[in-house]
Structures are given as C-alpha cells and as structure tokens.
C-alpha cells in the first residue's frame, strides 16, 4: 500500500559558488549518510540508521501490558521537521542541524536531530567528549512529554507502573560485517569496517542532568552481517530526556578537496556530503532525507 508520509529533504550547498536548494517529497524514518557525488539513492556506498522499536518496561525489565505504551515498529510513524535547516555550536565544533520528531498520540514525542559536522571540534555532551571532523555527525535521540504508567489501570483492577523506555536503533554500514566494540565488558561502539566507526555515549540526559545508563547498557548485537542493533535504556524522567551517538568516518571531510570515497549511517534522517569543486561542476552539499520507512 502506497504511503503518503511527509518527509523533508533538503540540498545545502556549502560550496563558495553554491546556492541553498530545498527538495520535500514523502518517506519517513531514518538517516542515511553517503558521498552526494555518488548521486543521493546510491545504496552501495551509504551507512543508514533508524529508529526500530521503543517500549516501555517495569523495574524489571518486563513489558507493561497497557495499550499505546509500546511501538513493535517504526515503519509507518510519521516524523515532522522541527525547525529549518541551521548553523549550531555542538561544544567547540560547529554543525549544520536538522531537528525533526514524531508525535504518538496519547503517550509522547519521539525525537531524531542530526549534527553534520563543518568544523572541526570536540563534541559529545558535558562529561562525554569527543573530537569530531567535517563529516562526521552526532546523532540525538530524544523523547518528551512521555505519560508513562504511574500507574496505569488495567481492566481487571490491576496496575501497572513503568521505570524505563527501552528504545532500539539501528545502524547499518555498507560492507558485509560489523562488530559490536567493548571496552572493560561494556559497549562502546561499533566498528561498521572501512574506517566507519560509531561511538555511544555512557550517559543520558533526564530532564537537563547527565547520568550514567542502567547497568548493563546500552546493549548491542549485530544482525544479519552489516546491521547493529542497538538498545538504550532511559530511566524514567519529568519533562524529557536524550541520548547521542556519534557516527564517525562515514564521508570524506568536507575541508579536504581529495576526492571522497563514499561512506555514510546515522538514524531518522539522511545526509551526504561531496567535497567541494568550482561552479557548476559540482559543490559541497548537504542531502538531507527525513524518511520514515527503515526499508528505504
């Protein structure tokens, strides 16, 4: 059945002769980053990552039975952008941003912002950092206004009461294998080969403070080869909460003028970047995909 899902795709020229292009047309649901000069549906050369599921669990990790709490799938939630295409300071390094959310009526809001690096600096969070170049970009899981079970009644007069969002992304590299990093038995990453690597942050933030994830996560696993799944546990929080990953390597830097080699991944949107040559050739331009079926 044909979807009729708003998506947003925007084409930022950031070459000297470039001018801002914007382009909307319906997808929905995840990033794609890859080299523009390979032209913006290359499958081959791009690392993709989207959102997959979110539940909302007990103390124990058990799955409250409530309706409307928990989303088995992604693939028909419609995400919105928030605000335009923007400059932003990401710690000492400077981005192009793309906020968009998704609204689940009756329940909260689900959020994917992209950071696409375009100088150089430190990103991550306040006790999290990390250095990052020109291409890189740091993904931002968020999710707000959550009316978690506190408790929740069911129909047989008994009441739940939740403790936790499990949400699961995925990330999926170009090349036949991935590999889950660990560092001291915990998750730190994952190497998607070719010099694509993906880092995630140790903390989350609730309500504006950072604090350390429930022991044990986040958990990763990879799937069929390329993909890695991977699940973040958000305690529960007042007004929201947000968690990055940063995705490293998956396109030339933008600054060098070698010709780049085509890499890409990151989640709810999709980017890419080509190094920049003189008018009309080609330009440095930033291809942005908001699109919400993971089987793009």
Same mark, same amino acid.
């Given at each position: 059945? %044909? ?11 950031? &070459? ?72 932003? *300071? ?15 009526? &009756?329940?909260?809001?689900?959020? &994917? !912002?992209?950071?696409?690096?375009? #100088?150089?600096?430190? *990103?991550?969070?306040?006790? #999290?950092?990390? #250095? ?43 090349? $036949? ?13 994952? !190497? ?8 995630? *942050?140790?903390?989350? /933030?609730? /309500?504006?403070?950072?604090? !350390? ?19 973040? $546990? ?15 390597? %998956?396109?030339?830097?933008? %600054? ?10 990151? &989640? ?5 970047? %080509? ?22």
């Amino acid at each position: 059945m %044909a979807r009729s899902i708003m998506a947003l795709a925007l084409v930022a020229a950031l &070459g000297a002769w470039a001018a801002p292009q914007v382009h909307r047309e319906a997808r929905g649901g995840k990033i794609k980053i890859y080299d523009s000069s390979f032209g913006e549906h290359n499958r081959v050369a791009g690392v993709t990552a989207y959102f997959d599921s979110l539940k909302e669990v007990d103390e124990d990790g058990q799955t409250v039975s409530i309706e409307g709490h928990s989303f088995p799938t992604f693939a028909v939630i419609s995400f919105q952008p928030e605000a335009p295409l923007m400059d932003y *300071a990401l710690g000492t390094a400077k981005a192009t941003a793309l906020m968009s959310k998704a609204t689940l009526t &009756g329940v909260g809001k689900v959020h &994917g !912002d992209s950071f696409l690096i375009t #100088e150089a600096g430190m *990103a991550g969070n306040s006790e #999290e950092s990390w #250095e990052v170049i020109p291409g890189d970009v740091q993904w931002r899981l968020g999710i707000s206004e959550w009316a978690f079970c506190d408790p929740c009644f069911l129909i047989d007069g008994t009441n739940e009461s939740s403790a936790y969002l499990d949400l699961v992304v995925v990330i999926q590299g170009f090349t $036949r294998f991935a590999r889950v990093v660990q560092e001291n038995g915990e998750v730190i990453g994952a !190497d998607l080969e070719e010099g694509v690597n993906v880092t995630f *942050a140790q903390k989350v /933030d609730i /309500d504006g403070q950072l604090h !350390d994830l429930p022991a044990g996560y986040p958990k990763a696993m990879t799937s069929s080869g390329n993909r890695v799944y991977v699940t973040v $546990r958000i305690p529960k929080f007042s007004t929201g909460a947000h968690y990055d990953v940063l995705i490293a390597g %998956a396109v030339s830097p933008a %600054a060098n003028n070698t010709d780049s080699d085509g890499r890409g991944g990151a &989640g709810g949107i999709i980017v890419g970047v %080509a190094p920049p040559k003189p008018w009309p050739f080609a330009s440095l331009a930033l291809i942005i995909f908001v699109s919400l079926n993971p089987f793009f």
